[in-house]
Each structure stands twice: as structure tokens, then as C-alpha cells.
């Protein structure tokens, strides 16, 4: 579950990393949402459609990353906001030190649980947008959905697919993945 820690004041990256080992949580407009483990259905999702999309770069030779959760990204490349996408997925290598991914990468996809889903359709959606991301997929894996938001070629178009259908990416044209079978 994530859920913001109350507090009057705005926290910073500071806090983030000062967090006890173990603990996860995620930073938007200073405000802290503790992160809760996943489950297997959440990783076995997530780790399937990484690998699939790393096959698809390596198999192209194009530039980008893929990076699993953990990894952090600092999305206005400011103190006060940090996050940690299931995937992302970075082209410009440039945005990438040591620490992670400095500003918006190119493709981002969160696996919704009942405790993230206010975030993921929500807060989430809106700063991923607003801070230049391409393309946002949110996968349902209780609805066996995934909805999928291409900011690249239109700022107001959001496709629902189910998991039977070929979902296509926005900004790779000859990707696309079908996710059924993944979940019984």
C-alpha cells in the first residue's frame, strides 16, 4: 500500500535517501508515499514485459535502456520529486548517472495494485505527463488491463486494451506484446 506521510512540511530527495535500508518510497511535490513490497503476480508481470522490451532494443541495436524497479528517477530533475517506475525505459543516455535518470524517460509502465491505483491513474499520471514522458502504460492485473497513454503523437488519446489483444507501443511502431497466459 502507499499511502503520503502526513506532515505539514515538503521533503526532500534528503529524506528519500536517509530512509532506514529496506524501506522504499517515492517523492511527488515533496510530498513521501511509502512503498510496499510486491507481490509475485506484480514482479512476474513486471519482469516479463522488461525482458520483452529489452529483446526488442537489443534485437534493433537502438540506444535505449530498460530499467526494473528499483531505479530512480528524478522527474523535474529537482529535490522534490523521485520516483520508482516498474520500467523505465530511457533513450537519451544522457539523462543517466550513477544515481539513475536525471528528468522524464521515454517510456514508463506502473502494474497497479489496490494500494497504488490512486497514484497510478492519478498523481503519477498527471506528473509523468507534465514532466515530458512519451509514453505511460498502467497494467490492471485484476482487471487484466492495461491502459495505455502515447503523449508522444497525442496528449489527450488513451487506449484500453485487454490483456488478450495486441498492445502496440507509441513510440516503438513495431513492438507490440500480448499479455495473456501471463496470469491464470
Not at 75 to 87: A, F, G, H, T
Not at 120 to 135: F, N, P, S, W
Not at 162 to 184: A, K, R, T, V, W
Amino acid at each position: 500500500m502507499s499511502f503520503p506521510l502526513l506532515n505539514l512540511d515538503t521533503y526532500t530527495t534528503e529524506d528519500i535517501f536517509a530512509l532506514p535500508e529496506g524501506k522504499r518510497a517515492e517523492l511527488i511535490d515533496g510530498q513521501i508515499y511509502m512503498m510496499a513490497p510486491p507481490n509475485r503476480r506484480h514482479q512476474e508481470i513486471s519482469f516479463f514485459l522488461s525482458r520483452k522490451i529489452a529483446d526488442f532494443i537489443d534485437a534493433k541495436g537502438g540506444p535505449c535502456r530498460v530499467y526494473p524497479a528499483p531505479f530512480a528517477v528524478f522527474l523535474n530533475q529537482d529535490n522534490r520529486n523521485y520516483v520508482e517506475p516498474d520500467i523505465s525505459v530511457i533513450c537519451d543516455i544522457g539523462k543517466l548517472d550513477d544515481k539513475g535518470c536525471n528528468g522524464a524517460p521515454d517510456w514508463l509502465v506502473e502494474v497497479a495494485s489496490p494500494g497504488t491505483k490512486h497514484l497510478d491513474y492519478g498523481i503519477k499520471l498527471y506528473k509523468y505527463r507534465t514532466a515530458g514522458v512519451r509514453e505511460y502504460w498502467i497494467i490492471n492485473p485484476i482487471t487484466k488491463t492495461v491502459n495505455v497513454y502515447d503523449w508522444e503523437h497525442d496528449d489527450e488519446k488513451t487506449n484500453q486494451y485487454s490483456f488478450d489483444e495486441e498492445i502496440n507501443s507509441c513510440i516503438f511502431n513495431d513492438f507490440s506484446i500480448q499479455l495473456s497466459g501471463l496470469l491464470p
